[in-house]
């Protein structure tokens, strides 16, 4: 059974940083891109990162370039996403979810990705 469960989450000051894992059961995740999504209340639940599985190539969204990192370890089937320099508008249920192109296409889009994580929240407050 394919599965991914999301860790890491919680309350944060503004300007504070966590580290989200997103850990990969049930299938060899070398073959997939993994991305991480995000949804606030009351708005749709966008794409923020993803991760391919050819080179390691990785793609942002600009709310969220230049402060959170994605990275992999294979070995370990879990994905990291490291958010840095946090806003109160980072709030959010934070997903991750596995793509099973290994060059993803439309890597901010949820309509390529085939499975997905329960989330894990993360709030950015003083």
């Known amino acids: 059974q394919s599965r991914l469960v999301e860790s890491g989450g919680g309350l944060v000051q503004p300007g504070g940083s966590l580290r989200l894992s997103c850990e990969v059961s049930g299938f060899t995740m070398n073959y997939y891109a993994i991305g991480w999504f995000r949804q606030a209340p009351g708005k749709e639940r966008e794409g923020i990162s993803c991760?391919?599985?050819?080179?390691?190539?990785?793609y942002y969204a600009d709310s969220v370039k230049g402060r959170f990192t994605i990275s992999r370890d294979n070995a370990k089937n879990t994905v990291y996403l490291q958010m840095n320099n946090l806003k109160p508008e980072d709030t959010a249920v934070y997903y991750c979810?596995?793509?099973?192109?290994?060059?993803?296409?439309?890597?901010?889009?949820?309509?390529?990705?085939?499975?997905w994580g329960q989330g894990t929240q993360v709030t950015v407050s003083s």
């Open positions: 991760i391919d599985s050819s080179d390691g190539s990785t």
């Open positions: 979810a596995a793509n099973d192109l290994t060059v993803p296409t439309m890597p901010m889009s949820r309509l390529e990705y085939d499975y």
